[in-house]
């Protein structure tokens, strides 16, 4: 591993448990057992919702869209979001106001936003082709601290009573009712709880946005771990990013 004979043995001990936990994420068959899931309901103001949503929808056809075995579906990067329109929805989301409540609902004083270079600090998502979705999976983490996924979402306009967004706990399938989606936060560590977004029918359209926190936002040095981010960069965006 580049560099790390140069870090203090604490660090060094830090960059083997991130890789640890990486090998562990890509092994694992089913959810740590005890893993928590939360909803924030009525996340953002109303006004700001509704302004930040209609941004969102007339900026849908200027996502990427990119598909493989795994993941169907649109999406536009942290980089992209902050320019032109689609700034409002950083600004709205990424701030003080919106950190802290996240903290108070997990009850981790510590959480931070990821850092600005990662290109899942914030991403927009959207699924509004048959067949869109992403197969059963968990998270990767390549940072030294604790991940945690946050999912928010804009428009959940399907025919199906309960949300896309599927998650394995403790034994069966957690999900939420789709009426409860819009303006509403979905906090999980991703690396932790296997989850899914179903597959959606003719008609249907989903768009949330996803946001990334770290009990300890600073990324490996490892190579490989490096590596690995730009396929993750590839497998979402279309195009490696640092």
């Known amino acids: 591993m580049q560099d790390l004979v140069m870090n203090s043995p604490s660090r060094l001990s830090e960059e083997l448990a991130v890789f640890r936990r990486l090998i562990a994420s890509r092994f694992r068959r089913s959810s740590v057992a005890g893993s928590p899931v939360y909803l924030i309901e009525n996340f953002l103001p109303q006004d700001v919702f509704e302004q930040i949503q209609t941004v969102a929808i007339q900026e849908k056809d200027n996502l990427f869209r990119k598909n493989s ?13 902050r320019k032109g329109p689609c700034i409002e929805l950083f600004e709205a989301l990424v701030n003080p106001d919106t950190l802290d409540r996240v903290r108070k609902t ?22 509004g082709v048959a067949g869109d979705g992403i197969g059963w999976h968990f998270d990767g983490n390549i940072y030294l601290g604790d991940r945690w ?3 928010f979402t804009l428009q959940e306009e399907t025919l199906d009573e309960h949300c896309k ?78």
């Open 69 to 81: 075995g795994l993941r169907s579906g649109a999406a536009l990067s942290s980089e992209e979001l």
């Open 165 to 242: 967004l599927e998650m394995q706990q403790d034994g069966g399938v957690k999900n939420f009712p789709a009426k409860l989606m819009p303006n509403s936060l979905a906090l999980f560590q991703g690396d932790q709880v296997k989850h899914r977004v179903r597959a959606m029918n003719d008609g249907e359209e989903r768009m949330v946005i996803n946001l990334l926190f770290s009990t300890n936002p600073v990324p490996s040095k490892n190579p490989l771990l490096t590596f690995y981010q730009t396929v993750v960069n590839y497998f979402f965006y279309g195009k490696a990013k640092p």
């Open 149 to 151: 996924a946050g999912i």
């Open 106 to 127: 997990v009850d981790i004083e510590h959480l931070e936003f990821v850092h600005l270079e990662d290109t899942n600090q914030l991403s927009l998502l959207y699924y």
